[in-house]
């Protein structure tokens, strides 16, 4: 678990980002590298928590897959709207040409008055999918860096980012955005008025099997154990649930091996997908349940799936966000 903050992550130079698409295609090449950047060891904490701790129940908390986030103000209003004291984040770009160089997750946390949390999931080493480049204004991206965020009215504690297990499936094989890096989780310890609680920002594999995300949730589970041993906890995110198993979610052993440790999964109604086509992924025909909250030793209620589209009709991203209630320790 990588436990050392700072206020900005330092990104690597585009000479840095350069010498990386030279790499030999190899987990060693790839790791050594990514050891050796400091944005990849660390976790960027800012933003201003304007409520005083401990958080009172019960409260909302909201999980969101950004897709980039190309909208930051009006994404921030969108979850402004539900309400949501915790708010968990993936796909998050900070310096990317599409995105208008942008740090997207501490925009969001301004204009919401959270507290955030930032860190690196890859470094982009293009400027994104055929489809991303016509948002792109420059043909460069200033800082690179794309990932997953957490944010929060209250103050947070004891922030960490734990890499989850993988393949370096980004940069190893032939792909259309090839990156450094490998999904992970982001996350810390809030104080509640009943104790203490573990929130986790997650984005499990995509381009790949259920097994494959099996074992990513089990290594999850794994760290959050030894490093909070007893502690309440609540996972949210995006565990890409179906892909490559032709959307069927309950074809995922995470789901059982996450029951066998304790947990409970909330997702919303079982028959309502949260993908939507967006402007960046133009699949009217892709319906697929992706996104879910893992939670133990919490009374979790009203569970929802909350559209993305704006009140113009725009969509903010190829995913629906979900909330729920927890209303009290278990």
Known sequence: MIRTTVDRLAAPSQEDRAAIATLEKSIAAHDGRMAALACMNAVEAGGRAERAEPLPFPFTVAAWNLERCLFPK?????????????????????????????????????????????????????????????????????????????????????????????????????????????????????NTESGSLVLVSTHLESATTAAYRERQVVGLIDALDAAFPGLPIIIGGDLNTGNHAGGDFEAEGLFARAAERGFTRHGGPLDVMTTRPSLITRWPERAMKLDWFLSRGLAVSETAIVSSLSPAGRPLSDHDLITCRIDRFA
């Open 74 to 190: 009006p994404s921030a209003e969108h979850l402004g709207m539900t309400g949501a004291e915790i708010v968990l984040l993936s796909e998050m770009d900070d310096g990317m040409a599409r995105t208008r160089q942008a740090h997207t997750t501490a925009e969001l946390a301004d204009a919401l008055g959270m507290a955030y949390l930032y860190g690196v999931e890859f470094i982009e080493l293009g400027l994104g999918s055929e489809t991303e480049l016509e948002f792109c204004k420059d043909d460069f991206n200033s800082r690179g860096l794309h990932g997953n965020g957490l944010l929060s009215t209250v103050p947070l504690h004891r922030p960490f980012l734990l890499r989850l297990e993988g393949e370096r499936l980004w940069f190893m094989g032939a792909v259309d955005q090839p990156r450094l890096g490998e999904r992970m989780a982001i996350g810390a310890v809030i």
